[in-house]
Structures are given as structure tokens and as C-alpha cells.
């Protein structure tokens, strides 16, 4: 089976959530300040973190019982619906003590047929004992992956009592140990001790948990290292690692500034690379983009590759390519750090580049001081495949493996090729089912047609009764749709929808969870790529009118024909609710996939046919040049003369979706969960789709149910599909409506990541130069790690776009209801600038705004100033019919801020060394009278006036409503 680890690792945080907020019904989400009982806990900290993150809960009278420890059973069952593995009663047989009727049976089957577990004996599992500490060690051995790597080094620990660990467990637990997993308990005696065979208690759970959540990579690749210098005893440290097959005869050639320290691997005495010049930035030749938005931030844990501006995860092959390495370090202080060439072991081959967080062009670092280190270097690679890259602090790896494809450009005989074959399958397609009389004879003599030829690698048919599909040996997967008349699958050979009794009666929905959240966007997009062909389009039509029409300010968009090309779903990240009108199928097989990652070394999350969509853009010669790496990748496929938009193509380029309701109105986009978990595992909260062919009557009453229920009558989506289900039925006969994910509503009440604590800026639209940051040189968030920064264009990376720089007028806004009850609105900002004293008083008035702007009359005297964090609040203004500034700065109006007290260490390129600042504000405003009453925008914005030479910026924190 394809990965068969992506079955056991799938989002190991909703194991730690559900251990934590499923094995006792009567849990309540709750802040981990109010819990009573864990002041005296170890795990204190990592119990606050992960509550105040949504991971963990504790009980109804506000405890936690840190000590509580729990069954075997119990967490079967967990890990089993966690995984997503499939309940199998027969592989438990050979356990006595798992009773036949046990509720527990088939979830420790899945365990042993999965082989997490082989139980306590070979006739026993002892469900209902208490799970030891060496078991819970175990397990987050296996979850880690490394039950191998702890086998293959000697059982060395300090522990006093490690030979007190079963025999079973004293690998793992040894490795634990000196990879810094777990720690002793000093003993009576002064050693340190395991205490194997006590039970495991909430407290260390949840320790453990937060480790894995927030430092996985650390503890994978210091095992690694262990394991590495272990085989490597006895040998020169020059000795030369030995190349895995991905990287043997690569000639690979890296052009770098000087590295700094030498890391894990690197010889002492290895020679710097010669430094790169800095490029001239080439003038822009695309049209300007009307409304650009924010760059995407790197990734907490994660290395980010920039290619000509932007983020990218392939380059080509003899092709000198200038790179950009970043990677985000929440570090107190400036560390060394680098990235380095490993091998699919995770084993170090090579320094590729130091990283620095200095501000200088030289090493692509755009501000100095903001956690975000950057390095620059010119990679050339002679052959087609992949390189393993990672980031370091010190030797110690501070990131995930970044796989970086290698890939060869298309040829224009390939790109021809691609049409030919395209043409001659839909006609031999259709020649043989007017021969045959039998569309699926007619499929299968086709597939064998096609493997005849010698530009094909692989072809043949997705599922019963589906399409067509192929691979090329030039990398391109392309198909040809042959769905049934009257569903929404394209095709020119069809045959009528058979109805189907083979589908059960009931609603289809998997892992619903029950939430009061909403989306986190009020940005909405109806999409209809085939509106001049689709019937279905005139009822999206109506869908697109009931968020236009709606009370609530949502910023609706309807997307027809070509405007629904392959670049707009690149960008689905925007919206709160995307409505999908469009053909879909199913395509490929595991074969096709496992091609693709033995070759580029993608890794896809789902094995077997993948659900995809079609754009409105026709493939031609042109475009098939502009998406090479996106064709080549499988992250979009040619159907029927039209791109489709593979589950990958999802992931890579749509992250940080903001509680997104997905409705995919395309056939078989429920066909399995590979399209659902692109979208929910990227942040979605709510998927729907279809389980097979769905015929267009059906598709469009669902549709127009859905969203009647959703924004006239104020529904979670839950609710919304059990109303379509319960009006039309759970199926049309051939195809069943499905719902995955969890139940949210479209109108959002209160702020949603007003502390930017994940790392990014999700839930709110924005402009310009908008990033989440961990520090500005001196300067450290109010609450928590992270905090907003946003600026008149910072860095030497501009956006100027046809003589217009975008990045000199930017914001950040978020559209949400006041809930009852609420009474406060507040937040803490600081306004910083290099502009220069004496242009104060002049036309150089870069200026900050805080503003509400609502339907609801607005009290001027509702705000309410303070100075928590230094000097006082500025005094509001009412400009409008509708809004009201709730904090406002400009080089004008703050000149009693512009003082030698005020200095701060930050250097912004292209400015000077002079930096003022009026300190951490603290603003509260009365929402009251907005409470229940309707919904407000929330907006920061900072513009140049004047000149965009010398930069201003406001850091914006704890955003927050009570």
C-alpha cells in the first residue's frame, strides 16, 4: 500500500485532542486559567498552551485531574477513529480477555492489523488495565516513527531503573531518553528513575503532547543523529556519507555567500563556497494585480524555498536557479543557523547555506530582528528528481525535510503530444461505443489502446463506471470524461444515470464535529467554470444573490467561465465559503502516484483515485509552459482539454483556509476523502460533495437547500444538510450527499485569531505588507508569541506594480457579530517610524487608523481610553455616517513621541538609523451597543503619505472581545 504510514500518522493532534476531550462525556472546553486543580502540576504550561490552542479540555466542575489515568480500551478506540482505520473484530480473536460482544473488539483488531499493537501477550490485551508509562512512551515512539531507529541503538540510558522496563519497551524508552522525549525523576538516591510501571496520568500526556505538537522534527532528527553517529563509530570524521540513491551522481553545484559555523556533518576544514553577487531586481512585466494581498508567512517548524519572489518547491534541471531559504526561529536571541543537504535518512550530506536575520539584500533577509532567518544561494542540479533539504539551529534540526523537485522543462514536441493523445483517445472513445453499443466495453478497449502506446506509462479506469485516465512519459496526467448524461461529469459519449438502490437511505456525514464556531472570512465565491453550459448555473446564480442580499456584509464574487481559471484557485485561501459549480470525477490509481513520488518525491496524503474538478481554463500550448511544475507535480491534470484541480494542487497552494465551508457541487467530489481532507486538513471546517455521479436536478436542490438554511434561517452546517437531506433525500438514486468535517455557521461572532498566536494572519482580509512576526528586534508581542505587523513596505522586497507601490497603503480587517453579552473591544498597538524628525510638520505624515465600521448608530463616547502599556490612548473622531476611529497615530499628530526616550534598535532597509516609537498602547472600546444588534469591521491600516522612502509600521496584539 502506498504510505502505509500516512494511515497510522494521519494529524496525530486529533489523537492528543480526543484522548483528552472524548473519554469522559462530560468534558467542557474550558480556559485553562479557570481550571482549579493544576496549579501544582508539572505540566502546567503545556496544559495552558494546549487548551488556549482548542487541543485539550478539562471537566464540567472546572478540573482537569491531571493525575486521572486511563484504559487500555479507552485508548484503542481513541487511536483507531483518530487514524481513520477501519474497526476489524476478527484481527482481536487471538486475545482472550477481548470478549466477542465487547464494544472494544473491533478497535484493538485495528490496532494489531495495523501493527501499533501486538498486546500485553499473545492470548491477552488487558483492555480495561491502566496504560503504564512505558506504554505511553511506546506509542509516541511509534507515532514518531522511530520504533526502527530505537531498535538499532544499544540500550545505554542513565536511567537507574531501565532495567526495571519490560523488555519490549526498553528500546523506545532508552531512545526517549537521550533524545530529550521524556526526563527522570530524581529518586531517594539520587538517580534518576523512569517508574516504568506506574500508570500514565493526564499530566503526562499532555507534556508529552505538547512536545510532539510543537518540537516533532527535533527530537526525529536528533534520533537520527544518534543512530548516525552510533553506525558511524570507529570511522574518519572525514569520511564521506554515504549517498542514498535520490542524491548518487547528482552533481549537485551551490553557489553561497560564505557559511558561518560549521554544522552537523560538515568538516571543520570544509571550504566556503564563493559569494553570489546581488542580483538586480528585473523590472516587472505583468500586468499589475488590482488588490494584492499579503504575502504568506513562513511556516512555524517548516523551510520555505523562494523562486523569483515567490514560494516554490521545484527548480530545473542545469538550470542555475537563485534560491531563497527561509525559516521562521522564535529564539530569545540571534542563533547560527543554516540549511543543510540530507538524505532520505534524514543523515546530513552537505551545508547548502547559513541563514540570518540581519535585514541585508545580500542574504534575502527583508527585516532585521523578526524571527525570520534567510539565506540566498544559486542551486544547479544535472538530474532529474529530488533533494532532501532542512533547516538548523546549531546542529540541532529546527524544521521539517523540505523535498525540493528536480525537474526537466517540456519539450514542444512534448506539449504537442499531449493534444494528439488527448484527441485520438476521446476518438477512439467514441468510435468504439458507437461500435459496441456498450460505454463501459467501450472504456475498458479503449485503456487497452492506450497502453499500447509508446508515449503512455500507465492508463485504465477510476472505480466502477468511471473515466478515463492515463499517464505520459513526459510527467503530464491527463483524461477523458465519460460520465453519465444528466450528472455534472463532462463528456461527449455518454449513456442516461442509472439509479442505484444500493445506497443506503440514510444521510451520509463523517467525523462531524460538534462546534459553535464560524467561518473566518466573510469573503464568499460562487464558481460556475461551465455557466454557459452547466443548467445548474442559473440556481448557483440564486446562491450567489442570498449572501448579496443578506443583512450581513458579506463580499460576495461570482466567478464565471474563464475568470475560473487555474490561478484563481490559487487563491481559495480568501474565502470564508467557496460554492463550486463545476465537472468533477475521479482519476489514477496508486501505481500513477507511486510513480510520482519515487521520481520527485511527492508525497500524496491520499492513496488510490484522486477526486478532482475542472477549471473554465483550456489547455493550450502557451499555458501548458506557464503550469509545467504544477503538471509535472500532479498538482493539476489535462481532462477532456480542460485543467483540473488535483487534491495536491489544494494543499500546496491553499493553507491557512479560514474555517471555510466547501460546497463542491461536482460529481464523485465525495468519491473518497481525498479532495475533503485536502481542504479540511488546510483548515476548512465544512465539506460537501457527492458520492458518485450526481445528476443535476438533484445537485441543484440540494445546493439552493443548503444555503436557504445556512444564511435566511441561520443554520450550522450540520444542520443545513440534515434540511437538504430531509427535503430531497439522501441520495438521487446513484450519487449521496456528504458532509465532512465540522458543524460551523456562516455569520461570525467575535474575533477570530485576534492574538495571531498560530503563526499566521487566518481569519482576516488584508493588503500590502501584512506579516505575523515573533519579535522587532527588541520588541516582543504583549501576550503570547506572535503579533501582527503592518507596514508601508518594509524590506528591500517592494511591490510596485505598474508605477503604484501597493505595499504603501496596508490593512488588515476582520468583518464579525457582536455577540450578547459582549462589552469590550480591545487591543494594544505600537506605532514605529524612521522618518525623519525634521520632516515632522511636513507633508511626510505616515499615518496609523484603528476604525469600527457598522449599520448601528455609533456613540462617540463609547470609548474608553487607557494607558496599560504607556501613554495615553488617542481621542476618537467620527468621520461618515458609519464609522468611528478607535486609535489613531500619523509623524503629525504623535510629536511629543519623537524624543530620545522613544529611540528603539529596529533598522528598516533603505531608511536610516533612526527609529522612534510611542510604545504598546492599550485600547478598549464599548461594543455594547452592538451586542446582538448586527455585525462591525474591524480595520488597521497604515499609509505613506508623502514619500516610501523612510518605512512606518504598527504592531498590532491581543485583539480582544468580552
Not at 468 to 478: M, T
Amino acid at each position: 500500500m502506498l504510505f502505509q504510514a500516512a494511515r497510522r500518522k494521519l494529524s496525530l493532534m486529533i489523537v492528543f485532542a480526543l484522548l483528552l476531550s472524548t473519554l469522559t462525556p462530560h468534558m467542557v472546553f474550558g480556559e485553562a486559567a479557570q481550571f482549579k486543580d493544576i496549579t501544582g502540576s508539572y505540566a502546567q504550561k503545556e496544559i495552558q498552551s494546549l487548551t488556549e490552542a482548542g487541543i485539550i479540555s478539562g471537566y464540567e466542575d472546572n478540573s482537569f485531574k491531571p493525575k486521572k489515568a486511563m484504559s487500555r480500551a479507552e485508548l484503542a478506540k481513541i487511536i483507531v477513529l483518530s487514524l481513520g482505520l477501519e474497526a476489524n473484530a476478527d484481527q482481536a480473536a487471538p486475545f482472550k480477555d477481548v470478549a466477542a460482544n465487547s464494544w472494544y473488539r473491533g478497535y484493538v483488531g485495528a490496532l494489531v492489523k495495523a501493527g501499533i499493537t501486538e498486546g500485553t501477550s499473545a492470548t491477552t490485551f488487558s483492555p480495561n488495565a491502566n496504560v503504564t508509562r512505558e506504554e505511553l512512551v511506546v506509542f509516541f515512539i511509534r507515532a514518531f516513527e522511530l520504533d526502527e531507529t530505537a531498535k538499532k541503538l544499544p540500550v545505554d540510558s542513565k536511567l537507574s531503573d531501565i532495567s526495571e522496563v519490560s523488555e519490549w519497551a526498553k528500546a523506545q524508552v532508552s531512545l526517549a531518553f537521550k533524545n530529550g522525549f521524556i526526563n527522570g525523576v530524581q529518586g531517594s538516591d539520587g538517580t534518576l528513575k523512569f517508574k516504568p510501571k506506574e500508570h500514565a496520568e493526564r499530566q503526562a500526556l499532555a507534556r508529552l503532547a505538547y512536545e510532539f505538537k510543537t518540537n516533532k522534527s527535533v527530537y526525529v532528527e536528533k534520533s537520527k543523529q544518534l543512530l548516525a553517529e552510533e553506525l558511524n563509530k570507529g570511522k574518519s570524521p572525514e569520511a564521506t556519507p554515504t549517498a542514498t540513491p535520490a542524491t548518487t551522481d547528482r552533481g549537485t553545484s551551490v553557489t553561497a555567500p560564505a557559511p558561518g559555523a560549521s554544522g552537523p556533518g560538515t568538516p571543520a576544514s570544509a571550504t566556503p563556497a564563493p559569494a553570489t553577487p546581488a542580483p538586480v531586481t528585473p523590472t516587472p512585466t505583468s500586468a499589475p494585480t488590482p488588490t494584492p494581498t499579503p504575502a504568506t508567512p513562513a511556516p512555524a517548524n517548516a523551510l520555505q524555498v523562494v523562486v523569483k519572489g515567490e514560494s516554490s518547491d521545484a527548480i530545473y534541471v542545469e538550470e542555475p536557479t537563485e534560491v531563497i531559504f527561509r525559516s521562521s526561529i522564535n529564539a530569545p536571541g540571534t542563533v547560527i543557523a543554516s540549511v543543510y543537504q540530507v538524505d532520505d535518512s534524514g543523515k546530513v550530506i552537505s551545508q547548502i547555506i547559513s541563514l540570518y536575520d540581519d535585514g541585508l539584500e545580500a542574504h534575502g533577509d527583508s527585516l532585521e530582528a523578526d524571527g525570520l532567518y534567510s539565506g540566498k544561494a544559486v542551486l544547479t542540479e544535472s538530474t532529474e528528481g529530488y533533494i532532501n533539504l532542512q533547516a538548523f539551529v546549531g546542529d540541532v534540526p529546527s524544521s521539517t525535510v523540505f523535498k525540493l523537485s528536480v525537474m526537466k522543462h517540456l519539450t514542444d514536441e512534448q506539449l504537442a503530444q499531449t493534444e494528439i493523445i488527448e484527441n485520438n483517445t476521446q476518438s477512439k472513445l467514441d468510435q468504439l461505443a458507437t461500435s459496441y453499443g456498450n460505454l463501459q466495453k467501450a472504456k475498458e478497449e479503449t485503456v487497452a489502446w492506450l497502453q499500447t502506446q509508446a508515449e503512455v506509462e500507465h492508463a485504465g479506469i477510476s472505480g466502477e463506471g468511471g473515466s478515463i485516465w492515463y499517464l505520459l512519459d513526459n510527467g503530464i496526467l491527463g483524461g477523458i470524461s465519460a460520465a453519465p448524461e444528466n450528472t455534472k461529469g463532462l463528456s461527449s459519449t455518454v449513456e442516461e444515470a442509472a439509479s442505484s438502490t444500493a445506497l443506503a437511505a440514510e444521510a451520509l456525514t463523517q467525523n462531524v464535529e460538534q462546534t459553535v464556531a464560524t467561518i473566518g472570512s466573510q469573503r464568499v465565491a460562487v464558481i460556475s467554470p461551465f455557466s454557459g453550459t452547466l443548467p445548474s448555473s442559473t440556481v448557483y446564480d440564486a446562491v450567489y444573490h442570498s449572501f448579496d442580499q443578506s443583512s450581513y456584509p458579506f463580499l460576495v464574487e461570482r466567478v464565471k467561465d474563464t475568470a475560473a481559471g487555474v490561478n484563481f484557485f490559487k487563491g481559495l485561501n480568501q474565502y470564508g465559503v467557496v460554492v463550486l459549480d463545476t465537472h468533477g470525477d475521479t482519476y489514477y490509481d496508486e501505481k500513477v502516484l507511486q510513480k510520482l513520488h519515487n521520481k520527485y518525491g511527492i508525497d500524496f496524503k491520499y492513496a488510490g483515485p484522486q477526486v478532482m474538478f475542472l477549471t473554465g481554463e483550456k489547455a493550450t500550448t502557451e499555458s501548458k509552459k506557464t503550469y509545467e511544475l504544477d503538471l509535472k507535480k500532479g498538482r493539476l491534470a489535462i481532462i477532456s482539454g480542460y485543467y483540473a484541480i488535483t487534491p495536491s494542487f489544494i494543499t500546496r497552494y491553499n493553507d491557512m483556509l479560514p474555517d471555510t465551508i466547501v460546497y463542491n457541487g461536482s460529481c464523485r467530489s465525495a468519491y473518497n476523502d481525498s479532495m475533503a481532507d485536502a481542504f479540511i486538513n488546510n483548515g476548512a471546517g465544512t465539506y460537501y460533495g457527492y458520492t458518485d455521479y450526481v445528476k443535476l436536478a438533484y445537485d441543484q436542490a440540494i445546493a439552493k437547500s443548503v444555503f436557504t438554511a445556512l444564511n435566511d434561517d441561520n443554520m450550522t452546517t450540520e444542520k443545513a444538510f440534515q434540511a437538504a437531506v430531509a427535503a430531497h433525500g439522501a441520495n438521487d438514486g446513484l450519487a449521496a450527499f456528504f458532509m465532512k468535517g465540522s458543524s460551523i455557521g456562516t455569520k461570525t461572532e467575535g474575533v477570530i485569531n485576534g492574538t495571531f498566536e498560530n503563526g499566521t494572519w487566518t481569519g482576516w482580509n488584508g493588503n500590502g505588507d501584512v506579516r505575523v512576526i515573533s519579535k522587532l528586534g527588541p520588541l516582543k508581542p504583549t501576550e503570547g508569541n506572535y503579533m501582527a505587523i503592518i507596514s508601508t513596505g518594509l524590506g528591500y522586497e517592494n511591490n510596485d506594480q505598474g508605477g503604484y507601490d501597493y505595499n504603501s497603503d496596508s490593512y488588515i480587517e476582520q468583518s464579525f457579530i457582536v455577540p450578547a453579552g459582549a462589552t469590550t473591544l480591545s487591543f494594544d498597538y505600537n506605532f514605529i517610524s524612521e522618518e525623519p524628525k525634521e520632516f515632522v510638520g511636513s507633508k511626510f505624515n505616515d499615518t496609523f487608523r484603528a476604525t469600527v465600521t457598522s449599520s448601528v448608530y455609533i456613540n462617540t463616547a463609547s470609548l474608553i481610553t487607557s494607558h496599560i502599556n504607556g501613554g495615553n490612548t488617542v481621542t476618537s473622531s467620527v468621520y461618515g455616517n458609519d464609522s468611528v476611529i478607535i486609535g489613531a497615530e500619523s509623524i503629525n499628530e504623535s510629536t511629543a513621541y519623537w524624543i530620545e526616550e522613544n529611540k528603539v534598535a529596529i533598522d528598516f532597509y533603505g531608511g536610516d538609523h533612526t527609529t522612534y516609537m510611542t510604545n504598546w498602547k492599550h485600547v478598549q472600546f464599548d461594543v455594547s451597543q452592538f451586542a446582538g444588534k448586527g455585525s462591525i469591521v474591524l480595520r488597521f491600516h497604515v499609509w505613506d503619505q508623502g514619500d516610501s522612502i523612510y518605512d512606518t509600521a504598527v504592531l498590532i496584539d491581543n485583539v480582544i472581545l468580552k
